[in-house]
């Protein structure tokens, strides 16, 4: 079952979104329109799923291309859910946004709940809102948690899904997601990508920076395997962040890439690089995730960048493979997910000692460590840490000494490993001990 909260500007549909599923995933501030893109997310209530969609301030608007970019996606929503909650203001009354959008549900025939959002007290009168004409009512306080519980019943009791559908939707759950985060600064068409692949309209897009401020996180199966691709707001500096809401983005931006498996970083061909650019790919390395580069817009370029050009201007991301491509023009997007696949099968890929040994000898034979403070460094052995899930590839290298090892050493090591053994797009890490 689907459900979708719809409602005029700053009437608390976020704020509820975030009390139904029992966590900050929308961004919520007073001023109205923060909320721009569809966001989905899974509840459970009494044994039972159900799938919610938390939407923008719906605001007519045709000259604004972002209010009009959110009344089509609120459209969207409510043709493909099952239930309305139609969220409106108990404080300041019925609007005549409000009066229009029960209009449109009406005629749409869409089973609905009217919210009746920041309810001060329990015995107040709200005869009012019946005008409206949504038969079920219920009063709440998304900020205070009054009224949920009431209002979770009322859901369960307009559908129930059966114990077959209820089997596989946490099969669904549980199955295991390579996570795709979509990053990089501010209107390089990242939004633009995840529409593309998916082949709908799911993210808003602008050429205004700053488009996107929640993180959308969207199920893809296709060829490949089973994708969550996560679409981030765009990162830039603090000092040009315009308000609290941006700067909450930015933060989970940041822990969206920690979170994903393989980051895609989109970068503007036509703009070049940017301080901003190679922030961002240093938050990429740090967190060692996988990486695909994509240069955007090649249909605007008047050159590629050579690979040199690419590593110096993002020198922390030099083991990242690149892409060109037109987020906006092209119509196979095959090849990003062949990389894709091959930079997960190297987060996943597991080396015998014996063959890692056998390398190792070669590798330490040919070029041996250098000296330390005039003593002898001597690697006697390599194995590959264990892991539980795809994980930044890691090694751990043991012999007298080892510690001292030399950074130009370790760098030599970790060329030799990605020659020998692959690992496409991920970083390496080596951990060095005494022994």
């Known amino acids: 079952m689907k459900i979708a909260i719809v409602g005029r500007p700053n009437t608390g549909k976020s704020t509820l979104f975030n009390r139904l599923i029992g966590r900050n995933k929308a961004v919520t501030d007073d001023l109205p329109g923060v909320t721009r893109d569809r966001l989905l997310s899974t509840i459970e209530h009494n044994g039972v799923f159900f ?13 604004d291309p972002i209010l009009k970019h959110i009344v089509e996606q609120v459209h969207i929503a409510v043709e493909e859910s099952d239930l309305i909650l139609f969220v409106v203001d ?14 449109i549900l009406r005629k749409k025939e869409k089973d609905t709940i009217l919210v009746i959002n920041k309810v001060d007290h329990a015995k107040r009168e709200y005869s009012d ?10 009063p709440v306080s998304a900020e205070h948690a009054l009224g949920i519980d009431d209002l979770l019943d009322a859901i369960f009791e307009k559908r129930k899904e059966d114990e077959a559908t209820l089997r596989d939707h946490r099969n669904n759950m549980d199955s295991e997601y390579i996570k795709i985060a979509i990053s990089g600064r501010p209107n390089t068409g990242k939004s633009t990508l995840l529409n593309s692949i998916i082949g709908e309209e799911r993210a808003i897009t602008s050429d205004a920076p700053g488009t996107t401020r929640d993180v959308i996180d969207i199920p893809l199966n296709n060829k490949y395997g089973d994708f969550l691709l996560l679409d981030t707001a765009g990162i830039r500096r603090y000092a040009r962040t315009e308000s609290k809401i941006e700067s909450y983005s930015i933060m989970r931006s940041r822990s969206t890439i920690e979170f994903s498996d393989i980051a895609l970083l989109v970068i503007d061909g036509t703009e ?23 240069i955007n817009k090649r249909d605007k370029m008047e050159r590629e960048f050579t690979e040199q050009e690419i590593h110096w201007q993002i020198p922390f991301l030099s083991y990242a493979p690149i892409l060109y491509l037109s987020a906006k023009y ?61 994980c930044v590839p890691r090694f751990i290298v043991c012999g007298v000494r080892a510690k001292l090892t030399h950074s130009s050493y370790k760098k030599y090591l970790v060329a030799k490993l990605r020659e020998e053994f692959g690992f496409v797009g991920n970083p390496i890490e080596l951990i060095f001990k005494e022994g």
């Open 272 to 294: 070049g690089f940017t301080h901003q650019d190679k922030k961002v790919s240093e938050i990429i390395a740090k967190a060692g995730v996988g990486c695909l580069i994509i």
């Open 129 to 138: 809102f019946y005008s409206l004409g949504i038969e079920s009512v219920m």
């Open 51 to 63: 799938d919610i969609i938390d939407t923008g301030g719906y605001e007519k608007n045709d000259k």
């Open 330 to 390: 092209d119509d196979n997007f095959d090849k990003v997910f062949k990389q894709i696949k091959k930079i997960h099968e190297g987060r996943t890929k597991k080396i015998s000692t014996g063959d890692l040994n056998r390398a190792f000898k070669q590798i330490t034979t040919y070029k041996t460590p250098p000296m330390a403070s005039g003593k002898e460094v001597k690697l006697k052995y390599m194995v590959q840490a264990s892991k539980e899930r795809a």
């Open 90 to 103: 108990g404080k300041n009354g019925i609007n005549p946004i409000d009066r229009e959008i029960a209009s």
